[in-house]
């Protein structure tokens, strides 16, 4: 039961924060994050151009990559699998490099950019190792970096959840922005390599 409502909380903050993009296609997109922002890069078409590419393809990640976590998906539809699986390597790596790219000109200095190009280069990283591991056969060392890979994917998530908190507590947009910049994918590494570990164990015990 506990299993189960996990995995359906998962999805339902994947899928929320997967569709979180179109917010910007309804809407004046002044709002958030992009209120702070200068006019001048607001009309840059490079940074734009940055931008649009890492929450479009950002989304698409996300909405893919957390189904590819259910052993069932795997086991019934090995083909639906892998089409989801190449959808995400190329969605995340777009939005990683995309994300590296427009995190120089993140919002709240130095600080808050080293944040988010470390998580771009890690995503990016991780998303092209996996990728590098299943063409080889490694499935076993493919699904442990895929997990390393979703960890930070699912950064976009934790932003979301951490940012309120953070804002309230230290009363000051900022500040929370530099803290969030790291504390939105630090710790999802962290459970990534516990997950894995626990993986290692389980096999270890069956073999």
Not at 8 to 18: C, E, Q
Not at 171 to 196: E, K
Request: proline residues 2%; aromatic residues 14%; positive net charge.
């Amino acid at each position: 039961m506990i299993k189960k409502t996990i995995w359906i909380l998962f999805g339902f903050l994947a899928v929320s924060i997967g569709l979180y993009p179109a917010i910007y296609f309804i809407v004046d997109r002044n709002f958030g994050l992009l209120s702070t922002k200068s006019e001048a890069l607001l009309t840059d078409l490079l940074w734009n151009t940055g931008f649009y590419t890492h929450i479009i393809f950002g989304g698409l990640a996300m909405l893919t990559g957390w189904l590819q976590f259910s052993p069932r998906l795997r086991r019934t539809h090995l083909s639906l699998h892998r089409g989801l699986g190449k959808i995400y390597v190329v969605s995340a790596l777009l939005s990683g490099f995309a994300g590296i790219g427009i995190g120089t000109q993140a919002t709240g200095g130095l600080t808050a950019a080293l944040g988010f190009m470390s998580l771009g280069i890690v995503w990016v990283y991780t998303t092209f190792t996996a990728y590098r591991h299943i063409r080889a056969g490694r499935v076993t060392a493919h699904q442990k970096m895929m997990t390393y890979s979703y960890a930070a994917c699912f950064g976009a998530v934790m932003l979301r959840l951490w940012m309120p908190l953070l804002v309230t507590l230290s009363g000051d947009f900022i500040t929370a922005y530099r803290i969030v910049a790291w504390l939105c994918w630090v710790p999802n590494v962290g459970v990534a390599w516990w997950v894995n570990r626990r993986m290692h164990d389980t096999n270890m015990q069956l073999g």
